[in-house]
Nanobody
Framework: QVQLVESGGGMVQAGGSLRLSCTAS????????MGWFRQAPGQEREFVAG????????SYGDSVKGRFTISRDNAKNTVYLQMNSLKLEDTAVYHC????????????????????WGQGTQVTVSS
């Protein structure tokens, strides 16, 4: 079992930056694909970014490509989401997720491929 805790959310002006962190506990946390999803009020959950266990492969949702960067530090059991050039439409609750399959070389954009979820952290972008 893996537990996930997000941090780093907050309020920022449009054009600004934030870095989210997701700290994982559990002895397999460094061996699994991790992802970030977001959900705005009244909208479906949206894939933001994902990264495989080794950090060698990542994938991004179309709406954040070129602005967001996902990375991980397995020594710290932490995954990061660096968000630059933030827009009003990036406002949402951001959730960290983990895929239980070990040493999987794939990143999935469908939320039902992920087994572990954090509680989420609010990101609010203001004008």
């Amino acid at each position: 079992q893996v537990q996930l805790v997000e941090s780093g959310g907050g309020m920022v002006q449009a054009g600004g930056s934030l870095r989210l962190s997701c700290t994982a506990s559990g002895r397999t946390s460094s061996a699994i694909t991790m992802g970030w999803f977001r959900q705005a009020p009244g909208q479906e959950r949206e894939f933001v970014a994902g990264i495989i266990w080794s950090g060698e492969k990542s994938s991004y949702g179309d709406s954040v490509k070129g602005r967001f960067t996902i990375s991980r530090d397995n020594a710290k059991n932490t995954v990061y989401l660096q968000m630059n050039s933030l827009k009003l439409e990036d406002t949402a609750v951001y959730h960290c997720a983990g895929d239980r399959r070990l040493y999987n070389g794939n990143v999935y954009s469908a939320d039902d491929e992920y087994d572990y979820w954090g509680q989420g952290t609010q990101v609010t972008v203001s004008s």
